[in-house]
């Protein structure tokens, strides 16, 4: 195996952690081919970071059930990038010049920002600072940018009254949602309060609405649902995600999208 980077080791062991629901310092090692004492560290700062629990001899997901924890975009964003940067781009196809979009704030909208910023004449609705940037940076042709105001969350996107009035003036022609997690039962979630109120409007106020998600957000749930899967047109996903999770979420969702 090609030797990775620690932000890759990291995220391949919460990967492998998700998916047993623990794992072991030795099976780790073996499988990314370092030592077990390099291990030991990338848990330490997983576990630091509130992404996992060790045990003795290796580690288990930091806590079942629903997820109240908010996490900061810098952390979020070392996460899955190499999925979230296939998501992202599967996602800018079915982006045309002269639509209008709405773009929540999340670590995969941001990598689709930076795909979507060539395209002319586009108009970008955002409750994120970090993704309005993206498009100040360098701007296509014709292109412009809608910044909603509000008070700024720990995943840095602006809710509050002020964002909820300018959203209910504002439509779009597609609506690209960023989620803590996507589940059968809970629908998309998120563990802010004032986000999921922002997240629902956004996909209220477009006229088709796309998840953009890495396959760990499936089976996650947030502290506050605020869509049903039915409220969705379309999931951008990863290939990672299990097929019998595509059989559910087809018959809740018009297309789902798998991308390798």
């Not at 379309?234 to 019998?244: K, M």
Request: hydrophobic share 40%.
């Amino acid at each position: 195996m090609t030797d990775l980077l620690p932000a890759e080791r990291r995220s391949r062991i919460l990967e492998q952690t998700h998916a047993h629901g623990s794992v072991r310092v030795a099976d780790l090692a073996q499988t990314l081919n370092v030592s077990e004492m390099t291990v030991r560290r990338d848990l330490d700062q997983l576990a630091q970071e509130g992404e996992l629990h060790k045990v003795h001899g290796g580690a288990r997901l930091a806590a079942p059930g629903a997820v109240s924890e908010e996490p900061g975009f810098l952390r979020k964003s070392r996460l899955h990038q190499k999925q979230k940067s296939a998501v992202a781009r599967t996602a800018a196809a079915l982006v045309k010049p002269g639509m209008s979009v709405f773009l929540n704030s999340g670590t995969t909208t941001f990598a689709l920002a930076r795909e979507l910023r060539s395209i002319e004449d586009l108009t970008v609705v955002t409750n994120s600072p970090r993704i309005a940037q993206v498009f100040e940076d360098r701007p296509a042709a014709g292109s412009q940018v809608v910044m909603l105001g509000g008070v700024r969350t720990p995943s840095d996107a602006l809710v509050g009254p002020l964002a909820v009035r300018s959203l209910e003036t504002l439509h779009a022609d597609v609506c690209f949602m960023g989620v803590h997690g996507f589940d059968l039962d809970a629908g998309l979630s998120t563990p802010n309060m004032l986000e999921a109120q922002i997240n629902g409007m956004f996909l209220q106020q477009a006229h088709r609405g796309v998840v953009v998600a890495d396959s760990t957000k499936w089976g996650t749930v947030g502290l506050y649902s605020f869509a049903a899967l039915e409220a969705v047109d379309d999931l951008v996903t990863d290939s990672r995600l299990p097929e019998n999770a595509v059989t559910e979420l087809e018959e809740r969702i018009t297309r789902v999208h798998r991308v390798a």
